[in-house]
């Protein structure tokens, strides 16, 4: 690169980005070095010069700390981050627990959050190997579903595609003998390791929800539409595993034991009541699915069903069906 002064100045800064931080400062006979090193040239850089580039760099917004060190020596650092440490560390193991992120596309994305801070911070971010996780076969059609269904969903525009799930044979079956789904989309979330789009089928005429890795042959409609009132988060929490079902109001009793995993998964504004010392009835919405009945029986005895009727004749079907499975 040419050395030149808005090359001096661009290369100070990022001299100053990636080597500084709150904990690691730079002398300016430190940067003097480092900018021969990156120039490649044998002479030291005026110490005046270098004073005036940072207050260039202050001038047009750019934070620059000075602290002066043993004898008065002056050190300076850049600390006014995009991102401070914790979130950083939120997004990288956001990034390394899901699932459907392969182990390359993990290592590529923690590699490039590292740009976003001094490399001395980047270093202590956690290696995406010490976390490896389950890897999806189907994430280069995940990546290309995120990006249409996003795109559908700012537009609200109507998407087509096919749907389906791998049989016994790990062979990819279309589901509705292969017919395409045209659905209104609502939201794209990421929930229990996987991204769901959530929209309006127009077949059945309700709101369903769809695993992007499940989805296939996905292209963005011409037709618009207008979005209804619709609660997205009532939805999921009403969903439990996100599996679909007929809604209905709810009653179970739970030992004191797990109020807090009751709360956690509705939220303080849920309706819980004392029944004893020992146990509180929960009243909520839910959907009728598969998934409210495991959600159910993981808490075995600690957790009973009083209402609807329904639910629970099939949590004692389900019990019945378990016990056979171990009876000689």
């Not at 290369?11 to 904990?23: K, S």
């Not at 021969?36 to 110490?47: K, L, S």
């Not at 996987?194 to 077949?203: E, V």
């Not at 309700?206 to 292209?219: K, P, S, T, V």
């Amino acid at each position: 690169m040419e050395l030149n002064n808005n090359t001096r100045l661009l290369t100070l800064l990022r001299i100053l980005f990636e080597e500084t931080d709150e904990n690691n400062e730079l002398s300016i006979t430190e940067m003097s070095s480092k900018l021969q090193e990156f120039f490649g040239v044998d002479r030291e850089f005026d110490a005046r010069t270098l004073k005036s580039d940072m207050n260039v760099l202050e001038e047009i917004g750019y934070e620059i700390i000075k602290n002066r060190g043993k004898f008065g020596k002056v050190y300076y650092s850049f600390q006014d981050r995009l991102f401070e440490t914790y979130q950083l560390r939120l997004l990288n193991d956001a990034i390394l627990s899901a699932r459907f992120i392969n182990e390359e596309e993990k290592k590529n994305l923690i590699k490039k959050l590292g740009r976003l801070t001094s490399k001395h911070i980047a270093a202590t971010l956690p290696d995406p190997l010490i976390f490896s996780q389950m890897t999806a076969n189907d994430y280069d059609q995940v990546k290309i579903n995120i990006d249409q269904v996003h795109r559908a969903i700012s537009e609200q525009r109507v998407v087509c595609f096919k749907y389906g799930k791998y049989n016994m044979n790990k062979t990819f079956e279309y589901h509705r003998n292969g017919d395409e789904y045209e659905v209104k989309p609502y939201a794209l979330i990421w929930q229990n390791d996987f991204y769901y789009l959530i929209g309006w089928f127009r077949k059945t005429k309700e709101m369903r929800h769809y695993r992007l890795d499940r989805i296939r042959n996905i292209r963005i409609a011409d037709e618009t539409f207008e979005k209804g009132d619709f609660d997205v988060q009532e939805y999921v929490n009403q969903s439990f595993h996100m599996f679909s079902g007929e809604n209905m109001k709810v009653e179970i009793k739970f030992h004191q034991s797990l109020l807090n995993v009751v709360l956690d998964r509705f939220g303080l504004e849920v309706s819980v009541k004392q029944v004893d010392e020992e146990y509180f009835l929960l009243s909520t919405e839910g959907k009728m699915s598969t998934g409210l009945v495991t959600w159910v029986l993981q808490w075995g005895h600690k957790a009973q069903v009083i209402s609807p009727r329904t639910l629970k004749r099939e949590v004692e079907k389900e019990i019945e069906e378990m016990k056979r499975l171990y009876e000689e």
